[in-house]
């Protein structure tokens, strides 16, 4: 379990910090105390490596990234953060395609599994666009760090919740809910209040409404974050 955890969104197409850039796409820099792992590379490494200087966070020393789904604004910034450090460590889905697993170390990812001390993966998930997630098992939860939730942000808790038995402190990311009816969108989010998610924090690609209606349904436990926002966990 992990007593101690901070996240920053260093990319995405939302923004809380001016002086800082956005872009559409994802990345998140996770940093305990013995880890310090990005999330995802956004679409644009330059980008990614500008707002990273600005927040005082050194691409030399992440030790791990997780790659949630194949698509680019996910994957696009990892040549320059290699070029930054060779030597870090992918966590990459089984299902990418070697043109995506060259050029660096990575251990791919199946099934739900434990991939060090307190961070999990779900494993695979989903048909059209395969995709895993992150969950940091914390004193205060599970937290749950989504890339573009293409298997649906429900399904997601569901399996975090199913597999971990603990209850979930927040869930964090892109919700892919931009296109989705406002019924729908309540529907999810009245779905997770009832699965007892105590925080949500949606970006990326879950668009207007649904930050809305999260912000309206979760309340003072909704998180309204983009580049250059932090929490800590502890």
């Not at 998930?125 to 749950?144: C, D, F, H, P």
């Not at 969108?185 to 924090?201: F, G, H, S």
């Not at 580049?227 to 966990?233: H, K, L, N």
């Amino acid at each position: 379990m992990i007593d101690e955890i901070r996240i920053a969104i260093v990319y995405d197409n939302y923004l809380t910090i001016s002086g800082l850039e956005n872009d559409w796409g994802f990345a998140a820099f996770i940093e305990g105390e013995k880890i310090k792992m990005l999330f995802d590379t956004g679409g644009n490494g330059e980008l990614l490596l500008r707002n990273m200087t600005k927040m005082k966070i050194d691409p030399k020393r992440i030790e791990k990234v997780f790659l949630s789904h194949f698509h680019g604004d996910h994957t696009g910034g990892l040549k320059s953060i290699l070029r930054e450090n060779p030597n870090l460590e992918a966590f990459v889905p089984k299902s990418f395609s070697k043109d995506l697993k060259q050029g660096y170390r990575y251990r791919e990812i199946r099934e739900f599994c434990e991939i060090m001390p307190g961070f999990y993966s779900t494993g695979e998930m989903g048909r059209a666009v395969i995709e895993q997630t992150l969950i940091i098992n914390t004193s205060k939860g599970l937290l749950i760090i989504t890339g573009c939730a293409h298997p649906g942000i429900v399904e997601i808790v569901k399996r975090a919740r199913e597999r971990l038995k603990r209850p979930i402190h927040l869930v964090l990311g892109g919700f892919h809910l931009f296109s989705s009816d406002e019924q729908k969108i309540r529907m999810i989010a009245t779905e997770l209040k009832k699965m007892d998610v105590e925080k949500v924090a949606p970006c990326h690609c879950s668009g207007d409404n649904a930050r809305r209606i999260f912000k309206e349904i979760f309340g003072d436990d909704y998180y309204e974050i983009g580049v250059g926002w932090s929490v800590e966990v502890r």
